[in-house]
């Protein structure tokens, strides 16, 4: 089950896709995966909820350390991260710094600045009995979390969660993949070095060690991959009852409307699908064009390609690689699958209008559209995952609309369109983890937007605040003092109409209009405030209480008494016959 995730059922080795003749091969990685000894795990598992137990990760001091520590991490670390994802998947340094550094450098200094916000009781809203009363929500952390990374981001699909992780005040287990082998024993080696290592410690192996890591007890998993291994994930957390976070995937569609900018629709277009080789989780993995416009946005997708990544993308310093063989493999399936099962008709699927070169020894596959696609061919089986983009023309909106609430919801969803309408169609008539108009992938780099899928592309989010709420729980706090014991008969046996007539008035909300809420948000002690100030203003009015026009002068009203004021009236001043 796992081997369908991690790709092998042995050891990955690097060195057979050495290319060194080209200026395109994959940069030489001499590095072997290290492995976490097995039957070390559950005593790391063991020591680290010892160590939570202990309150050692929950002052915010201790927070605010560890997260200016990661802050250390990863500026000091930038261009050994760069050399690693350079290693791992030839991926050019500044889409490793746009993808990896950035993601993780802004999460951590948006959670440095909000710390001590993010961590502050919050007041809520209170019913008149417990006017008198403290009631709060309290963000505790959840415990020892393990934390699973995927290969492609490898450094920001760990190391921001974890963010979110040492906000709360949780212990961590983080588990990079073992595909991406130079950005594993990066992080493993620099979590040790700046982290505190008895409440962070890194696992680093393959299918046994992560399945050793599945049979502990953990208080919340966080997993980025697809979707089949999140389902042995759900199968092992639910053994314990385990909250789980997953980040998954799917198909993204993308839509283009006729009445938008072609040229610069197609460069955006092409930049998020080609972005990391399309080993994007939130990559366009599809186009739903309009019939009237379709000619026109292959040609300009094509003249994209080539201004980004020249006539040859493989001799392109700007263009990444393909993970390992089995991905390689699988993509190489994808563009030369048949229509037909009979051998006597088989025909290419589609139409490949641009790319289509691959190279085995280097694990390269050129930027490629495959145009004339329809529903059923074989790239619009699965999600694609890598730098293949079909396309595929429909005579309407409506008709793009239907296609995608056919299919299960994607983790992100892109339209090009300037008709106001169509975008409130797309927002009201579909669901997706993410909605961006006019442009891709640009929403998972702002940390105050949730990031997360729906339905089969996963659940849960993360990212800036929302990494803190995933990694804590919201505790209800209600503090009573005694100050109103006296009414407790009211809710105390034996019952009567009388005490349920009180107890409905005190206790029980009714619909109130306009004036109501404000009165209601604005809060029972302010409106009992101001409405003691009318009507003493009033008595103190109608008392002819000389030229007095506030609280302070209420000399001789016999409203005095019910603001403090116990001087006694003068012998000028008028008193209210009693």
């Known amino acids: 089950g796992i081997n369908a995730e991690y790709g092998v059922s042995q050891k990955p080795n690097h060195h057979n896709h050495l290319h060194p003749k080209t200026k395109s091969s994959r940069m030489p990685s001499f590095e072997s995966l290290r492995e976490t000894p097995i039957d070390e795990i559950p005593q790391i598992v063991y020591n680290l909820h010892q160590v939570f137990n202990s309150n050692k990760t929950k002052p915010e001091e201790f927070r605010r350390a560890q997260l200016e520590k990661l802050l250390d991490l990863i500026e000091n670390s930038r261009e050994d991260i760069y050399q690693a994802l350079a290693e791992d998947l030839r991926r050019p340094s500044f889409e490793s710094y746009a993808g990896d550094y950035l993601a993780v450098k802004n999460d951590v200094v948006e959670a440095l600045e909000n710390l001590h916000h993010w961590m502050a009781p919050k007041c809520v809203a209170k019913p008149l009995p417990n006017l008198t009363d403290k009631a709060q929500v309290i963000r505790e952390p959840l415990g020892v979390v393990l934390i699973m990374g995927a290969w492609n981001f490898p450094f920001m699909e760990t190391l921001k969660p974890l963010v979110g992780a040492i906000a709360a005040g949780n212990c961590a287990v983080i588990k990079p993949s073992e595909l991406a082998v130079s950005s594993s024993n990066l992080i493993a080696r620099l979590v040790s070095q700046y982290l505190d290592d008895s409440c962070f410690q890194v696992v680093t192996g393959g299918v046994e060690e992560t399945t050793t890591l599945l049979k502990q007890k953990f208080d919340h998993i966080m997993y980025t991959g697809n979707s089949q291994v999140g389902r042995i994930i759900m199968r092992a957390a639910a053994e314990n009852l385990t909250p789980v976070t997953l980040e998954l995937g799917g198909k993204s569609p993308t839509v283009v409307d006729s009445n938008v900018d072609i040229i610069a629709s197609a460069r955006r277009i092409v930049w998020g699908r080609f972005f990391n080789a399309g080993q994007v989780c939130v990559a366009p993995d599809y186009v739903l064009c309009l019939e009237s416009i379709h000619d026109q946005l292959v040609a300009e997708?094509?003249?994209?390609?080539?201004?980004?990544?020249?006539?040859?993308?493989?001799?392109?310093?700007?263009?990444?690689?393909?993970?390992?063989?089995?991905?390689?493999?699988?993509?190489?399936?994808?563009?030369?699958?048949?229509?037909?099962?009979?051998?006597?008709?088989?025909?290419?699927?589609?139409?490949?209008?641009?790319?289509?070169?691959?190279?085995?020894?280097?694990?390269?596959?050129?930027?490629?559209?495959?145009?004339?696609?329809?529903?059923?061919?074989?790239?619009?089986?699965?999600?694609?995952?890598?730098?293949?983009?079909?396309?595929?023309?429909?005579?309407?909106?409506?008709?793009?609309?239907?296609?995608?609430?056919?299919?299960?919801?994607?983790?992100?969803?892109?339209?090009?369109?300037?008709?106001?309408?169509?975008?409130?169609?797309?927002?009201?008539?579909?669901?997706?983890?993410?909605?961006?108009?006019?442009?891709?992938?640009?929403?998972?780099?702002?940390?105050?937007?949730?990031?997360?899928?729906?339905?089969?592309?996963?659940?849960?989010?993360?990212?800036?605040?929302?990494?803190?709420?995933?990694?804590?729980?919201?505790?209800?706090?209600?503090?009573?003092?005694?100050?109103?014991?006296?009414?407790?008969?009211?809710?105390?046996?034996?019952?009567?109409?009388?005490?349920?007539?009180?107890?409905?008035?005190?206790?029980?909300?009714?619909?109130?209009?306009?004036?109501?809420?404000?009165?209601?948000?604005?809060?029972?002690?302010?409106?009992?405030?101001?409405?003691?100030?009318?009507?003493?203003?009033?008595?103190?009015?109608?008392?002819?209480?000389?030229?007095?026009?506030?609280?302070?002068?209420?000399?001789?009203?016999?409203?005095?008494?019910?603001?403090?004021?116990?001087?006694?009236?003068?012998?000028?001043?008028?008193?209210?016959?009693?």
Request: proline letters at 5%; hydrophobic letters at 40%.
């Open 301 to 578: 997708m094509k003249k994209a390609i080539i201004e980004f990544y020249g006539s040859d993308p493989s001799i392109s310093p700007h263009y990444s690689r393909i993970i390992n063989q089995r991905h390689f493999q699988r993509l190489k399936a994808i563009l030369n699958a048949d229509s037909s099962d009979d051998d006597a008709k088989k025909q290419p699927a589609d139409v490949i209008v641009c790319g289509g070169e691959m190279d085995e020894d280097t694990l390269y596959i050129a930027p490629t559209i495959i145009d004339q696609a329809t529903l059923d061919s074989p790239s619009m089986n699965e999600e694609i995952f890598g730098p293949v983009l079909p396309i595929i023309s429909v005579a309407s909106i409506s008709e793009a609309i239907d296609v995608i609430r056919s299919r299960p919801k994607p983790l992100a969803l892109y339209v090009f369109s300037n008709d106001a309408g169509v975008v409130e169609r797309f927002k009201i008539e579909t669901s997706s983890g993410g909605l961006v108009v006019n442009d891709t992938l640009l929403h998972a780099g702002i940390q105050s937007f949730p990031f997360g899928g729906v339905g089969e592309s996963g659940f849960g989010a993360y990212s800036g605040r929302t990494s803190f709420e995933t990694f804590s729980h919201a505790k209800s706090f209600l503090q009573r003092s005694f100050a109103g014991s006296a009414l407790d008969f009211l809710r105390f046996p034996p019952f009567n109409e009388s005490k349920l007539g009180w107890y409905k008035y005190a206790a029980e909300r009714t619909l109130v209009g306009k004036w109501g809420q404000i009165l209601r948000k604005v809060g029972w002690w302010t409106s009992i405030g101001i409405a003691t100030w009318a009507v003493v203003h009033l008595i103190h009015r109608r008392g002819g209480c000389g030229g007095c026009v506030g609280f302070g002068w209420l000399k001789g009203c016999p409203g005095r008494s019910l603001i403090g004021f116990s001087s006694a009236p003068s012998a000028t001043t008028p008193v209210l016959n009693k």
